[in-house]
């Protein structure tokens, strides 16, 4: 069957390039581009893209074609760095030749929205996870918090949290996370920096919709966050049940395997493509905005500790909760470099003004040039029909293959310009 043209879209132009969609909420990055990919297999826009893509297949060895673990043929997609399956927002999306340039937008800034959460700590720094611990926040104000978010503002060192996608001896760290092991070593510091940080909106508590999630961690993963955190959230039993073991543990991990090096995602920034190729590890070199650095880089710089709360302080037992029991919260705005956990602000910003802290909204509302309400297509229009979103993506990624060929244009030398003094 003839697939129907577009009226004044060409259905014979190979269709490439970088565009950016709105991520929806509870929803994986990975999730967005196979919905993505199912509309653009089937439309007539990418129809000439889908049919090179077969000759040039036909022309592979056998060899080529042995090695090729994805045999179907579909629209390679990839993203320039993942959301959180909770966050929202500008999510960038590379289609055939444009995921080569996905490495870009692992050197540009990003611009978030948030919101933290103030009472608690969870294993994950966030609302999706356990409660670790609750500590007081009848103490909070406004004027403290703006006051903490000096100690984030500018050039830092940040440590990421567990559940994230870093690779430890080869392994993810929410790997570790999820199978309740301990981390071979301390996670380390990463040099990151905060271009803007400003507090948006005060949200005293019974103000707002926020709330601590209902799952409490159990002794043993309270164990974890010991070993991780530095809580200080689990009994004194458990911390001497699992003495006993330490000296055996350690010796094994002294010994264990070669340490490769570790992706960064930065409640977001590892580079996904599709369809599945053996992923390429990404080292933090040169930082963004300047170059990422391995970590023990003796031009870190460090950041102000965060306060930690001695355990009688932190603590609070059902009693011990204002009679509300609701806690205030703070929206935030920030523009920050690559491999930036807005999550471990979040944490850190609790602990800073003498409580905990989690996140509980984030909304990342711009990428390099592509920013929400300017132009970012949407993900319900990009899963309608091929009317509704083809001319959008067209024009969007027409501005993108302008915007590169200035680029080049601008970075190419000028062979008429006489080298010679005058």
Not at 60 to 88: C, F, N, W, Y
């Amino acid at each position: 069957m003839t697939k129907p043209l577009l009226p004044g879209i060409s259905t014979t132009k190979m269709v490439e390039g970088v565009f950016a969609v709105n991520k929806p909420k509870s929803i994986s990055s990975a999730q967005v581009l196979r919905d993505i990919q199912h509309s653009f297999n089937r439309s007539a826009l990418f129809a000439p893209w889908l049919d090179a893509e077969r000759t040039r297949r036909v022309q592979e060895s056998k060899r080529q074609q042995q090695r090729r673990r994805d045999k179907r043929i579909q629209v390679k997609l990839g993203h320039g760095g993942t959301l959180d399956p909770m966050a929202t927002g500008v999510l960038i999306v590379g289609v055939g030749k444009g995921t080569k340039r996905l490495q870009d937008f692992l050197t540009c800034t990003k611009t978030y929205e948030a919101t933290v959460l103030f009472g608690a700590a969870t294993d994950t720094y966030d609302v999706l996870g356990k409660v670790l611990s609750k500590a007081p926040y009848t103490h909070l104000s406004r004027e403290n918090v703006e006051a903490a978010l000096n100690k984030f503002r500018g050039s830092i060192n940040q440590k990421p949290p567990l559940y994230s996608a870093l690779r430890m001896d080869g392994k993810r760290l929410y790997e570790y996370a999820r199978e309740g092991k301990e981390i071979p070593r301390e996670i380390q510091e990463r040099p990151v920096t905060t271009e803007n940080l400003e507090l948006r909106e005060w949200l005293p508590g019974g103000c707002h919709p926020y709330t601590w999630p209902d799952e409490e961690a159990d002794e043993e993963e309270k164990l974890v966050a010991d070993k991780v955190l530095h809580l200080d959230v689990a009994s004194e039993d458990a911390k001497n049940n699992l003495s006993s073991i330490d000296n055996t543990l350690d010796a094994d991990l002294t010994q264990g395997t070669k340490r490769r090096r570790e992706i960064e995602d930065e409640d977001g920034a590892e580079i996904g493509i599709t369809p599945a190729r053996k992923r390429q590890e990404i080292c933090p070199a040169p930082i963004m905005s300047g170059a990422r650095q391995e970590s023990g880089s003796s031009d870190c710089v460090t950041a102000p500790a965060a306060r930690t709360l001695p355990p009688a302080e932190r603590q609070m037992s059902p009693e011990d909760l204002p009679s509300t029991g609701k806690p205030p919260a703070a929206r935030l705005s920030m523009t920050v470099t690559s491999g930036f956990y807005v999550r471990s602000l979040c944490h850190d910003l609790g602990q800073e003004v003498g409580s905990l802290g989690i996140m509980s909204e984030l909304v990342r509302t711009r990428q390099a040039d592509f920013e929400l309400g300017r132009n970012v297509l949407e993900y319900d229009d990009l899963c309608k029909a091929e009317d509704v979103w083809a001319p959008l993506l067209v024009q969007v990624l027409d501005d993108w293959q302008g915007k590169m060929a200035k680029k080049t244009e601008e970075d190419a030398p000028d062979h008429n310009v006489s080298l010679e003094p005058s």
